[in-house]
């Protein structure tokens, strides 16, 4: 894990009730603020990402996201493993109490960074993939007079039905393997894991994925392979009560569900001042295209812009696919 840095929040009441006694918010910067304090761009995690997977897929010399240009704030959702989690929050008899943390209970954590921490009163650009992207959507609505540009790629400003029942399997393959114990488990549920890890394989690309054999680049030669090469690797490194954690957080996705909009999503969306560029990608099962474009319609300066890619929803992490994601946001950062 490369070089961070924490913000502690004390006495954090939370959203949906529940309390932490300290939170300890992880963060890396990158680049330098200039004089005039407007170059500033918030990259906030996705699902099991941290601040390093977000440099490595987003960030560069040779990007749209350049540190050299720009001052690039990378946060960790909580219950990510370094911000403040179920693994690393308490005693591990304790571990499955987690309280529940929203997506809103986040981004507010992040503007105490933002504003109080880093003295930054308005940001050049949010952005943010998957979950990430659901904090951009956040943010634009919780703190518009802070963020001047909103680019969410492949996320949703609200989890639609269809979404829940994939992470309703998800939550069933972890919490069925016996060995989860309810959440206080010895040890890890590896049952689970692998089981959550071979749905995860066939929402996280796409149906031309597999028929066109992509999965080949990964160095795997049948279906079956590519869920034991790379799937279950990536998941067997993170704490299931971490994973239910953010699951819950992304099941619970939102901008309206708040003392602000009194869950009227499109008062929500309309609340959007920032100039905004919607990217979903056309072959993502989890936030298609049709529900960013009826996001983009109640925006007022918003506007939908499709990617193609057989890589469905994890089109960012496909070398070949960069070139689409990067041209709206140089778009909005030069405008």
């Known amino acids: 894990m490369s ?97 529940k943390v929203t997506v809103h209970d986040n981004v507010r954590l992040q503007q105490i960074l933002v504003r109080e921490k880093l003295g930054i009163e308005k940001l050049r650009l949010v952005t943010g993939w998957s979950m990430g992207a659901c904090q951009t959507y956040q943010w634009a609505a919780q703190f518009p007079g802070m963020v001047r540009a909103a680019c969410p790629i492949a ?26 114990n309810d959440g206080f488990y010895a040890h890890a549920p590896v049952r689970g894991i692998k089981a959550f890890a071979a749905i995860y394989a066939g929402w996280g690309t796409s149906e031309p994925f597999f028929r066109n054999a992509v999965f080949k680049a990964f160095g795997s030669y ?36 708040n003392a602000t909009y009194k869950r009227d ?33 109640y925006i007022p300066n918003g506007e939908c812009r499709v990617l193609k890619s057989a890589w469905g929803h994890m089109a960012p992490m496909n070398a070949g696919d960069i070139a689409q994601i990067d041209a709206p946001l140089a778009e909005l950062l030069a405008d």
């Not at 590519?226 to 990536?234: K, L």
């Open 3 to 99: 070089h961070f840095e924490t913000l502690e929040i004390p006495n954090v009441m939370l959203q949906k009730g529940g309390y932490l006694p300290s939170v300890q918010l992880a963060y890396k910067t990158l680049g330098k603020l200039n004089a005039a304090r407007d170059n500033a761009v918030l990259v906030p995690s996705w699902y099991t990402g941290t601040h390093d997977s977000t440099e490595m897929f987003m960030v560069g010399p040779d990007r749209a996201l350049d540190p050299g240009k720009y001052f690039i704030i990378l946060t960790d959702l909580l219950a990510n493993g370094i911000s403040t989690s179920p693994s690393n929050a308490a005693a591990p008899a304790d571990r499955g109490n987690f309280p």
């Open 265 to 297: 999503y499109p008062a929500a969306l309309r609340g959007i001042t920032a100039r905004t560029i919607i990217l979903p990608v056309d072959n993502d099962r989890y936030f298609p295209p049709a529900d960013a474009r009826t996001e983009a319609r």
């Open 222 to 257: 049948s279906t079956a392979e590519h869920v034991a090469d790379f799937w279950e690797p990536f998941f067997l490194r993170c704490d299931a009560n971490n994973l239910l954690s953010q699951l819950w957080t992304w099941e619970q996705g939102d901008i309206s569900d």
């Open 155 to 180: 996320g949703s400003a609200k989890t639609a039905d269809y979404n829940k029942v994939f992470l309703l399997a998800l939550r069933r393959a972890l919490e069925l393997d016996p060995a989860f």
